[in-house]
Every structure is written in C-alpha cells, then in structure tokens.
C-alpha cells in the first residue's frame, strides 16, 4: 500500500484523487484512520491553544476564532492568512495529511477583521424582504473571509426571535417565519448555489472563492420562555417543525454543509443531547448528510457545574449525533476521555464512523484536499468599493420609516440638504461600535471608533449642502439653543453593543437617558428620532408626541451613509417592520398570530415618503 503521508504522491490512495467521487475518497481515508486520529477530526480547538504537535501529531479537525481571537491586535487580512496558512501546513504535516477547517462568526460581513465591511445585523436585512440582497452579502461575505484564509462561518443564524427580551433578537431575521425563509439565501450567497439536480441535505460549495455555511442554532433558540437566552422552549413537536425547524428546510435545500446545535432546551430537554431531534428529525427525516456541530462548551453544559461530569457530556451529545465538538481549550482532556468511552463501548464505534464521514465529506466537498491555503490575491478585496456599496443599499432598504410628521398631511421627511442651521444630537450619531453592535471585533462589541466605517454624523456632513451649518452635540443643554434658530434636529439614540445572554433584557426603554436627550431636544426644535438598536424599544406616548419623525435603523453597520441616503430624500424608505413594535414590555411575548395582537405598529408596517427618486 501506498504512502498517504501529506507530501507523497496519490498512487493509490484513493482519497488524495480529485477524480475518485467525494463518498469513495471518504471511505477509503476513513479505512486508514486509527481510533485516536477518528475522534481527534471531531474536535475543534480555539485558536489561542493551537500548538504544531496539536495538528500534526493529534490531526485536530478544526480550529476556530472567537469573537475577538485574531492573531494580533489590529491583525491585517494577510496577517490572518499566515497564521492559518501556517496551521494548514501542520496539518497537512500529519501521518494522513487531512486539512483543517478554520471557522469564525462572520455574521454580518468578516466581522472579526479589523476594517471589514461590517453590514447591517439580520434583523435589519429581514426589514429588507430582499433574499437576492441577502445572498449577495453572502457573496461578498464569503470574499473577505476567504481572503484571510479562512473556510468557514458560523452564519446564518436562522432563529424565528418570538421575543425581543432575548439578546440575540438582532441575529434573528423576523419573528414570521417565512420572513426567516426567505432570507436564507445568504446560505448560496456564501457557498454558492447549487445545480437543480443536487440532493437536498448533502454539503455543496461552489469553488475556493466560497465558505462553508453553518444554520443555527438548532432548534427553537429563538422560541424561549421570555426569551431568556440558552433558555426553555415549551411548545409541541407541530408548533416546533411549523415555526422553528422550517428554515433548516431551506438552507438543507442549499447544501448548507454544517448545523450548530443550540444551547438551548426544548420542553426541558438539552438540544446538545436531544437525539430525536438532532438524529431522528434533522439527520433522519430531513436528510442532513453534512456535520451537525456543538456550540462553545455546548456540551459542558449538560452538567452542573459546566463540565463537571465531562465523559458523560461526551457521550451524551456524541450518541445523540453531534459530530464535532467545540471543545474549545481542554482538548487533551476530551480526546482522552472520547477514546476512553469508545473503547468502553458507552460510544459505538458506529457513530464514530458517521461522525467522522460527516466532517471528512464536508472537507472534500469544500475542496480542501486540492486547495488548503489562502489566495493572497484576494487580500485587495476586503472593504472594497463595491462591497461599500452593498453594505450602504442594505442600509438603506433596512431603515423603517415609523412616523412621518405630527399631521399626517404634512410630512416631516425628507430632510432639506440646504437647511440653514442643523442640529445633531444623540450619543449614536457619532459612534461606529454603536451602529455597528455585538459580533464585532469582539464578541460583545464595543463604542467608539472600532473599525474603518462612516458614522451617521459623518454621513450628514457629507449630504447636506456647502452652506449648511451642522451643530454636534452629543447631550444638548439649554446653551445649545440659546441665540440658535435650528431649521430641524436628528437625534440618534439606541442600545449599547452587546452578544447573547449580556443583551437579555426585562425592560426595553431607550437606554443612556435616550428618552430625555429625545425631549429636551424635541421641546425646542423640529425633531426626527433615528433608532439604533437589534429590536424594538419603548416609546411612552407623550415622547411619540413631542417627536416629528421616527426611523428604526437597526444595528446598520459601518455604511452609515445609508441612513443619510434617505433621510434627504435621494431614496425612499423601503424596510418593513421584521418584528412587531410593542407598546410596553408587559405585552411580550406579543407576535402577528396573538390573539389579542395590540401593537404600537405591527409586523410589516413602514411608512413611504412617496418620492419620485431611484
């Protein structure tokens, strides 16, 4: 037999021939694995304890960045590509010389990439209804993340948010799931879509300039009780499949190549050890043939204490049908104890196997074997312009036009760019790390100038006219108006950046005194109010009152021009409302299907200024 070390030549060894069909290269690499080699291509390691004897001499299967895991600070594209280029040589230095996947969240744009195009989070693009939209930011997505070497995104997240106290309502397209569907296009935008006679459920990727998708979180994340994040679903098995297991239809029919299980429990059950969900439903009924994936410690969570009884984590999650583990540090810990359970016979042998085909088809669908390293060509198309321009036209069809003068007959908006004297107030008109939100560049986001982009004050600067007088002041006092006649103000007030269980909230009220800068500032000048936030805030009546226009803006990205595109007219307001704007928080969970729906504005309003304009 042949050598199958990574630098011999194929002979005949079967799995190095681009020829051989993808299921026969997988059965005979699989055939020359040993045990320890099997359960080492399950795990997937943080970047942070990568070490050349981990690849090499263990064949870990994957490593990942989290958010915020680069490889220096204010690493470059061509950075990020040395450093898995460099990992993808160990690797291939291995006794089988199997590649590794490198993943990351790029959830909306490459957003662990310092001057990336950042573009609006999902429910912004949901307010869009534009799936062609959706799949080009995959498109362009897949590019950036290509051109730092790496083969795969955690993304999309398709959860249906039923409630926006969860603090991943932003990750969430729509609470109507249809809406959810339809947006699922971003999987081909990133993988490529795939010919008319592909089976539906097995991996497809188009070529190298293509990432593997991932659909999470499987299933019901968005469906909480309250929705406490990595909380309780409680519905049945009808209601699940109807709202919550339908978009994993659509992006299966799209080859989407790996699902992440969700933290979260259906009727008190853990998804990371639901087999009937995991293995019957989605491997069974649905016909999953990529690799179904855990989330960060997912299955350390099936104990308490996290991880204190850690072989039973494993063997619970990998009996249910998790293939892959996000370990993501102790992995000397799980290789050892997956070993020591599969020889106990508490793990067959069987779901080894499976497990491992699964990641292994994935690797050679993805072309991994034939093309394991970067394209350094491909550095030069990170934040170009016409990745720019994508992000700024999904701004501009996200924003939702909610209120547009006190008299309907009178419009507020558009905004005259000639205007005299404008004032700009607000603590989000001059912040990227705000407009921008969580997922970026760090897990939880930040404020401030965090990453290359324009802020909506830039934007209005940029817009109006030579002699127009732009006033910033982030907290106006009475100073401000004192001896100033302003034509118009834009407040711009929102939410603090924030990911997952740190965005939970039981009261929605317009955080960092919004709610007061809005009235003082609405009480003297003609006012619009912009909303920069991942879901629907409250606005007591008499603050709706004082106001003259209203716009929800979402968490748009780095491309605030977008806003100011449409804030003076030279397009329309196209978004509807992906979720429905409540009142108070005492209504929630309130969606289009309650019985006693009773909304500020309902799921699909948006207001037209009815322009004649592109």
């Known amino acids: 037999m042949a050598t199958a070390g990574g630098g011999s030549g194929s002979g005949d060894v079967l799995y190095k021939d681009p020829n051989q069909p993808v299921e026969i290269r997988v059965q005979d690499l699989l055939s020359r694995m040993t045990l320890p080699e099997k359960v080492a291509q399950m795990a997937q390691i943080e970047r942070a304890v990568v070490s050349p004897a ?42 089988l010389g199997i590649p590794i996947i490198y993943s990351t969240d790029a959830v909306h744009g490459h957003n662990n990439l310092l001057h990336a195009t950042i573009f609006p989070h999902n429910v912004g693009l949901g307010a869009t209804r534009d799936g062609e939209l959706a799949r080009r930011i995959g498109v362009a997505t897949a590019l950036e993340v290509r051109a730092t070497g790496i083969h795969c995104t955690f993304a999309p997240c398709v959860a249906v948010c039923r409630d926006p106290r969860w603090g991943r309502c932003y990750e969430s397209y729509s609470e109507d799931t249809k809406i959810v569907r339809a947006m699922t296009t971003i999987v081909s935008g990133l993988q490529g879509s795939p010919p008319k006679d592909h089976l539906p459920g097995y991996p497809f990727i188009a070529g190298s300039n293509n990432v593997i998708a991932c659909a999470k979180h499987f299933v019901g994340d968005g469906g909480t009780h309250r929705g406490i994040n990595e909380g309780n679903t409680n519905c049945s098995f009808e209601e699940l499949e109807k709202i919550h297991i339908m978009p994993y239809r659509d992006c299966l029919d799209q080859g989407v190549c790996t699902i992440m299980a969700s933290y979260s429990s259906w009727n008190d059950r853990a998804l990371h050890s639901d087999r009937y969900l995991l293995t019957d439903i989605l491997k069974g009924k649905l016909g999953f043939k990529g690799f179904l994936i855990s989330d960060w410690e997912g299955i350390d969570r099936l104990t308490w204490p996290h991880g204190s009884n850690y072989r039973y984590c494993i063997s619970a999650s990998v009996n249910a049908g998790i293939d892959m583990i996000m370990v993501p540090h102790r992995y000397e810990k799980f290789l050892g104890d997956i070993v020591y359970l599969v020889e106990s016979g508490e793990i067959p042998m069987s779901r080894i196997d499976d497990a491992v085909e699964r990641i292994l088809r994935v690797k050679f669908v993805a072309g991994l074997f034939e093309q394991p390293f970067s394209d350094r060509s491909l550095t030069s198309i990170v934040r170009c312009k016409e990745h720019l321009e994508l992000a700024r036209e999904a701004v501009r069809k996200s924003l939702v036009l909610l209120k547009n003068g006190k008299d309907p007959n009178k419009p507020f908006l558009p905004l005259d760019k000639n205007a005299r004297r404008i004032l700009v107030s607000g603590q989000h008109a001059d912040d990227i790390g705000y407009q921008c939100g969580g997922w970026t560049i760090t897990w939880y986001g930040g404020s401030g100038r965090t990453t290359a982009g324009t802020s909506i004050l830039d934007a209005i600067k940029e817009a109006v006219g030579e002699k127009t007088e732009v006033t910033y002041e982030q907290h106006p006092s009475d100073d401000t108006f004192a001896n100033k006649e302003f034509s118009f103000a834009i407040v711009i007030v929102g939410e603090v ?14 955080p960092l005194g919004g709610a007061e800068v809005i009235s003082r500032v609405a009480s003297k000048v003609p006012t619009v109010v912009i909303v920069i936030s991942g879901r629907p805030l409250v606005f007591e009546p008499d603050l709706m009152d004082k106001i003259d226009a209203l716009v929800a803006a979402w968490l748009p990205g780095t491309e605030g021009s977008g806003v100011a595109d449409v804030l003076f007219g030279d397009y329309d307001f196209q978004g509807l409302l992906p979720v429905t704007w409540f009142k108070s928080v005492s209504q929630l969970p309130m969606n289009a299907d309650h019985p006693s729906y009773d909304p500020h504005f309902p799921l699909g309003f948006g207001l037209k200024m009815g322009l004649n304009c592109n």
Do not use: F, H, K
């Open 54 to 95: 981990a690849l090499t001499e263990l064949s870990i299967g994957s490593v990942l960045s989290s958010g915020g895991s680069a490889p220096q600070p204010c690493a470059s594209a061509l950075q990020w590509a040395d450093m898995v280029d460099a990992m993808q040589r160990c690797a291939l230095s291995s006794r």
């Open 497 to 510: 950046a924030y990911a997952e269980i740190l965005g939970d909230r039981s009261q929605l009220n317009i």
